[in-house]
């Protein structure tokens, strides 16, 4: 059984920052990419950013620099600073990783969804 678990969501003005945390726990061998995703009211989900087990970065182009991801891989944890916040900005963001476990090779577990809202 494997969980993951957001934090750091919540209401801020344009242009503020927050950092989003996910950490994984449960039977993990290996956790391979970790990701954010985001999903906004009466739009599809889409990938903001993601990160290989070596640091590999990818991220959504309209964001223009202003999201970085990393990982603690001792802790399991992915992180999303997310700073210049636009109210365009506000969804719900969800972890992603593909992780083996003890039983199960790559797998995809998300977490539940944090909430961020950016007021104008």
């Known amino acids: 059984q494997v969980q993951l678990v957001e934090s750091g969501g919540g209401l801020v003005q344009a242009g503020g920052s927050l950092t989003l945390s996910c950490a994984a726990s449960?039977?993990?061998?290996?956790?391979?990419?970790m990701g954010w995703y985001r999903q906004a009211p009466g739009k599809q989900r889409e990938l903001v950013a993601v990160?290989?087990?070596?640091?590999?970065?990818d991220y959504l182009d309209s964001l223009e620099g202003r999201f970085t991801i990393s990982r603690d891989n001792a802790k399991n944890t992915v992180y999303l600073q997310m700073n210049s916040l636009k109210p365009e900005d506000t969804a719900v963001y969800y972890c992603?990783?593909?992780?083996?476990?003890?039983?199960?090779?790559?797998?995809?577990?998300w977490g539940q969804g944090t909430q961020v809202t950016v007021s104008s």
């Open positions: 992603n990783a593909d992780i083996t476990t003890t039983t199960i090779r790559g797998v995809d577990y």
């Open positions: 449960g039977s993990i061998l290996r956790i391979n990419a």
């Open positions: 990160i290989t087990s070596r640091g590999t970065t």
